[in-house]
């Protein structure tokens, strides 16, 4: 069984750092990439950053690039999300997802290919 458990969120204030982590089980990690995907209240779910399991490749969206960092720990088939210098605009659930390259995050986000999702974790941002 393929499971994702994502732990880390909270709320912070504008200015400070969380990590996410999402330990992942159940499929071959090398084979999958693993991306962080953000969803706030009323808008679309959009992809923030993602890394290759395989070769370590990483994308990130423009709105975190210089703040957030992605990693991979692929002994213990686990990718933490380091996020710095937060804005009330990071604010929403997010959710790691494991899902066939290559690092596309708008095929994954449409549904276009393979993905499995964790059940998301709370990041607030106040002001």
């Known amino acids: 069984e393929v499971q994702l458990v994502e732990s880390g969120g909270g709320l912070v204030q504008a200015g400070g750092s969380l990590r996410l982590s999402c330990a992942a089980s159940?499929?071959?990690?090398?084979?999958?990439?693993i991306g962080w995907f953000r969803q706030a209240p009323g808008k679309e779910r959009e992809g923030v950053s993602c890394?290759?399991?395989?070769?370590?490749?990483?994308y990130y969206a423009d709105s975190v690039k210089g703040r957030f960092t992605i990693s991979s720990d692929n002994a213990k088939n686990t990718v933490y999300l380091q996020m710095n210098s937060l804005k009330p605009g990071d604010t929403g659930v997010y959710y790691c997802?494991?899902?066939?390259?290559?690092?596309?995050?708008?095929?994954?986000?449409?549904?276009?290919?393979?993905?499995?999702w964790g059940q998301g974790t709370q990041v607030t941002v106040s002001s």
């Open positions: 997802a494991a899902f066939t390259p290559p690092l596309n995050v708008w095929a994954v986000v449409a549904g276009r290919v393979e993905c499995y």
């Open positions: 890394i290759s399991s395989s070769d370590g490749s990483t």
């Open positions: 159940g499929f071959t990690f090398d084979d999958y990439a």
